[in-house]
């Protein structure tokens, strides 16, 4: 691994754990503590209900962790902008145009090819292909080959074409 994919993959590993998990922490903890702290303690009717940061700090994770659940819920299975961010995330992701490397790449795709020329072949010898099938086949083939030496189908989005 060169010097410039070590520190990709650190970046992207920096973000995931102190994005997902570091500053969810600290960002919990002090709303928890600034709302208390600067809100409920300057009104005396608030006060009296949370006379403890502990026991606002309870009833607000009680509360709090079902409603963001709730939140996360209709977000991701009502809400259109869920949609919105898979299709970003398709259109970016190279994967979705060309095969990923390992098994997909080495086993199935050849495997795929493979079992279409067989299918072409036996065809072929019964008289079963028309002119069009042969032409549909063959562009099958020649994709198939094109994705099993590493290339792309399609045009996945790059950052340049925003």
Sequence with gaps: MNIEELASR?????RVGYGTYLTFLLGYGSTLVTVYYLAIRNIPELQ???DRFWL??????IVGVPLSVLIGWVHTKRSILW???IDISVEANPYYYKLPPGFTREATFPAYLEILRLARAISERENLLTKDDKVRIESLEKKLEVLIGGGYLGAP???LDI
């Design 10 to 14: 650190s970046w992207f590993y920096f």
């Design 48 to 50: 009296k209900l949370f």
């Design 56 to 61: 606002f700090a309870f009833l607000a994770t």
């Design 83 to 85: 949609k919105a961010e």
């Design 157 to 159: 989005r790059r950052r």
